[in-house]
């Protein structure tokens, strides 16, 4: 018993100490923290993706699709831009297609599908489609706008766009009906169905706005290096790493918002920490850190189920 109650505790403290190391490995090799500020615009991004795929996630889902509906947004607007339309014209056709990608997502879940299988084909045709309209290619020859949204206040836009989303996704998940029938439909889907409970229409607005997310991500990437149909590969991976590494439960029923916050700031600390003794030691190149990356994943998700069937024990 006292084996298990060690077991336990070491579990839940694993992703503090993942993140004292982290910490520790970038403040220990950074002379200038303004720079932690500009390097950390990509991973502001990435919370951004994890903390509506947590909703997602409790609910039993999940999305695959996101880096590849958000390369398809980007490319959409860059070739309204690029035809000569107004800055805003081309942002809100950005946006308007991660909404539609999130409503194809949704549609293919509500009608029965495997979230798992849904996003992982979509994955696959949004990149195709993003691939095809942009021959390929890069495409950065725009007029200037006469503003941009590189910056709020001194800030990436994407800080902000964090804070405001962490913000609304807590309150839902956690202050609403809402949010409540996200944590039912993971913990037991069937029994929320008794319960009246409308799965298929909490399902579907969630996937709507993975979409909607990832194409006001795309308008801010766009305006700041154009549109790049080989973008964001991995960057769903990224996500769900933040969400599990948190402590929230893969299966779905178990989870929280500030968790994924805690699993982001794992996962940049320690991808920026190994980035910057790389220089000095050589051996942590990106395919060893997603490597290890990749295996602390694994460890912390083995974790969290031993855990919570613990629990249930209980």
């Known amino acids: ?19 004292a190391l982290g910490v520790w490995l970038v403040w220990s090799q950074v002379s200038r923290p303004a720079f932690l500020i500009q390097a950390g615009d990509v991973k502001a991004r990435v919370g951004c993706l994890a903390l509506v795929m947590t909703m997602i996630v409790i609910t039993g889902g999940i999305d695959l699709s996101v880096g ?6 980007s490319v959409v607007m860059a070739l309204v831009w690029e035809s000569g339309y107004s800055v805003g014209l081309a942002a809100g056709a950005g946006i308007l297609t991660g909404v539609v990608a999130g409503i194809g997502n949704g549609t293919l879940v509500t009608v029965g599908m495997s979230p798992l299988v849904a996003t992982l084909a979509t994955m696959a045709f949004f990149r195709g489609l993003a691939v095809t309209f942009a021959g390929g290619d890069k495409i950065t020859d725009f007029d200037d ?5 590189q910056r709020l206040a001194g800030w990436p836009t994407e800080y902000w766009l964090l804070l405001v989303l962490f913000l609304t996704t807590t309150l839902l998940l956690h202050g609403t009906r809402f949010g409540r029938r ?5 913990d037991n ?19 709507v706005a993975s979409g909607l997310v990832a194409g006001l991500l795309a308008v801010i990437y766009t305006m700041r290096k154009g549109a790049n149909p080989e973008a964001h590969a991995g960057l769903e991976l ?20 500030w968790l994924t916050l805690l699993g982001l700031a794992v ?3 320690l991808d920026l920490g190994l980035e910057l003794l790389d220089s000095s030691v050589g051996i942590f190149k990106a395919d060893a850190r997603l490597m290890l990356i990749g295996g602390l ?3 912390v998700a083995i974790g969290n189920q031993w855990v919570f069937r613990h629990q249930e024990r209980q």
Do not use: D, H
């Not at 298990?4 to 993140?19: M, S």
């Not at 706008?145 to 949204?149: E, I, S, T, V």
């Not at 996200?182 to 993971?186: M, S, T």
């Open 182 to 186: 996200c944590f039912a439909i993971g």
């Open 145 to 149: 706008p006469g503003w941009n949204l």
């Open 189 to 207: 889907p069937q029994a929320a169905r008794y319960a009246a409970i409308p799965v298929k229409g909490t399902q579907f607005w969630l996937y």
């Open 297 to 299: 994943l694994i460890l």
């Open 267 to 269: 996962i940049a600390s």
């Open 1 to 19: 018993m006292n084996g298990q109650r060690w077991i336990r505790r070491a579990a839940i403290l694993l992703p503090w100490a993942l993140l």
């Open 68 to 73: 590849s509906v958000l390369a398809l947004a």
């Open 238 to 257: 990224e996500a769900i790493a933040c969400v599990v590494v948190g402590g929230t439960l893969i299966t779905g029923g178990r989870g929280a918002t």
